[in-house]
């Protein structure tokens, strides 16, 4: 209990003041024990930071998953759809948590850097086999390069959505998401075309 309390008040902290500005000492005061404390469940303040992220990047990429799975058996274009329209959800209904990534990227410690580097190609590894899959498995005529293309064109989408749900009010986001799905139907039939 007392580690959880511990995570959930270091995510607190960093979305607020970041990286430099969360300490230790008003981690356990918001917590209401001793900083040495903390040191039970935690060597130091990076380590703690590192499992906050993990558990940020591990929250997204469930929420990612467990959409794609719910939409497995529909087209393609719908599940494209549904994948843009969680990112905004996702990321606006965790907005601690992003901003902590955020913040995250902006830090001085090149190791949580590196961390979301990491999650990000495994990430995107992971979304580019699976749609890949989908792609050659509904339109088997599609070559390799246009499959390519529209995944690319899905993972800029994507980035967009992503800026936008940070930026944009809940009415605007609104708009943006379905203009996003125009655009990616719009590069779906473009492929068909070319195929």
């Known amino acids: ?4 309390k511990i995570l959930a008040s270091t995510l607190k902290h960093l979305s607020i003041y970041g990286y430099e500005g969360t300490t230790m000492k008003n981690i ?3 917590c209401d024990i001793k900083a040495a404390s903390i040191y039970y469940f935690f060597k130091n303040k990076d380590e703690l930071v590192n499992d906050v ?3 940020v990047l ?3 990429f469930k929420a990612m998953t467990d959409e794609y799975f719910k939409h497995e058996d529909a087209s393609l274009e719908v599940r494209l759809e549904a994948m843009l329209a969680k990112i905004a959800a996702h990321h606006r209904e965790n907005r ?3 901003s902590v990534y955020l913040r995250l990227m902006e830090s001085t410690n090149d190791d949580f850097k590196m961390e979301v580097e990491q999650y990000l190609e495994q990430y995107n590894h992971w979304l580019y086999d699976k749609l890949y899959a989908d792609i050659k498995a509904e339109y088997r005529e599609v070559d390799d390069t246009s499959a390519g293309d529209l995944l690319e064109t899905f993972l800029l989408i994507g980035n967009g959505i992503f800026w936008g749900s940070i930026i944009y009010s ?3 986001m609104e708009k943006e998401i379905a203009h996003a799905k125009k655009l990616m139907n719009l590069a779906l039939r473009a492929m068909l075309k070319e195929a």
């Open 28 to 30: 356990a005061k918001d």
């Open 58 to 60: 591990s929250n997204h």
């Open 170 to 172: 809940d009415a605007r």
């Open 1 to 4: 209990m007392t580690k959880d």
């Open 96 to 98: 601690s948590e992003t």
């Open 53 to 55: 992220l993990l558990k």
